[in-house]
């Protein structure tokens, strides 16, 4: 079980590291090279950019709670 949680958290660190590259900052980012340059002229950000902030937001939710999980397995297993 511990063996499973351990791996689930180097995929979720690596998707949330990639992610994270992926969202455009003050200058552009990652995200200008997979067209989410591109805003339209209405003002905000875009789908692309709301939904790669969604994506980000719940991965990291899961990235923090096999955190939780596996500090109270490691905490049941002493």
Not at 22 to 29: A, P
Not at 65 to 78: E, F, P, Q, R, T
Request: charge should be positive.
């Amino acid at each position: 079980m511990i063996l499973g949680f351990s791996i689930a958290l180097i995929v979720f660190s690596l998707l949330l590291m990639l992610l994270v590259l992926m969202h455009k900052g003050k200058g552009g980012g990652l995200s200008d090279m997979f067209g989410g340059g591109m805003q339209s002229s209405v003002g905000g950000s875009s789908v692309a950019e709301r939904n790669l902030d969604r994506i980000t937001v719940v991965l990291g939710l899961c990235w923090f709670a096999c955190i939780v999980v596996l500090g109270l397995l490691m905490k049941l297993k002493n």
